[in-house]
């Protein structure tokens, strides 16, 4: 078992390419093998970007001071400033002179950058995670209300200010979805098939493989039947047809697609990458296989590519479940090992779904 700094230092040279071929692949096989050293080169991938983007940021400040020691300011005045006396007591009037060579200056100092092209090594960020904004979704009155008038409560009306989709992980009220969905939340509810929501507390987060385990606790909230479904432990293949069911609006949405590759954004082991439609509010949905059972979940896309679209998967949805302290939980979270989709249609695998997807919504 090598040390701490060892292990550091072998990912470092990693990340920088700094391994011979050999050393390279006896390490991606370490991360195959070891969901804990992937987890390691993930998080170090994420430490390196954010010290990278800093120092650019510091850059970008010293370039910007630099350009402004060498500039003339009461050069660039007179040749800005109009020779009018009437033009320049007016200007005196309102004191405008120091204000107009500062913008001057400024302008001078971002049309240098501009020009030696220092704004176009910014790279793009072209990885969209996709919770929904509700708050800019154009409503009717008649919708936010309909059916209040004759239906018991069922949670808030109004539709909170972000959304996403949640699944069971059991039938005693676990339900599972993305970090990014419910980060920063006051409070969240999710909705089921019947309209009725149903207040949630957060169990469990797990920023690095963007998981969150939630826990109904309203009353109103009766057990579902055994889950029809399991998570599947074994990787999946390349080009396998897949679907999903989610809530980019407030109906169900079933997506269908394949595995377009066996990892995600930038080479991210974690996930897999699908050619699918899916769009904001698909986050958290469950990606299932043609025998149905969950091998992923959505939680993003890139923007600039059509139909590319990103889940972690299923190894690593058990793995955060595992890590859940027990004495976090108030009652037994089981995950279900029985399927009873397998040799139905997918028409009979999504009606079998439908009471077990929710609508998740953030406050």
Partial sequence: M?????????????????????????????????????????????FINTITEYGQRKQL??????????????????NVLPVSVKIRTLFRKYRFNTAIAATVALVTVFATLLSTGYFSKTITNNYSALR?????????????????????????????????????????????????????AD???????????????????????????????????????ALPYTFKKSGSDLGEDVYTIGFPRDDRVVNRGYLSSLTGYAGDTIAYQVDISVNPGNSGGPLLDTKGNVVGIINAKQTQTEGAAFAIKSNYILQSIGAIPQDSLDTKLTINKKNSMSGLSRTDQIKKMESYIFMVKVY
Avoid at 6 to 14: K, R
Avoid at 133 to 161: F, T
Wanted: glycine share 6%; net charge negative; proline share 3%.
């Fill in 2 to 46: 090598k040390s701490e700094i060892e292990l550091l230092n072998l990912i470092e040279a990693y990340l920088k390419g700094e391994l011979s071929s050999e050393e390279h692949a006896a390490f991606e096989k370490l991360r195959n093998d070891d969901p804990s050293i992937d987890h390691r080169v993930v998080e170090h991938q994420n």
């Fill in 61 to 78: 400040i010293a370039d910007m001071e630099a350009a402004y020691q060498h500039l003339d300011i009461e050069e660039i005045k007179a």
């Fill in 187 to 225: 409070s969240v509810y999710v909705q089921n098939s019947d309209g009725e929501s149903f207040k949630v507390k957060q169990i469990y987060v797990d920023p690095a493989y963007d998981i969150a385990v939630l826990q109904i606790v309203d009353s109103r909230f009766k057990s579902l039947a």
């Fill in 132 to 184: 929904r904004d509700i708050n800019n979704i154009k409503r009717s009155q008649n919708e936010l209300i309909k059916g209040i008038n004759d239906i018991p409560d069922k949670g808030p009306v109004n539709p909170g200010e972000f959304g996403g989709t949640g699944f069971a992980l059991s039938s005693n009220g676990y339900v599972i979805t993305n970090y990014h969905v419910v980060k920063d």
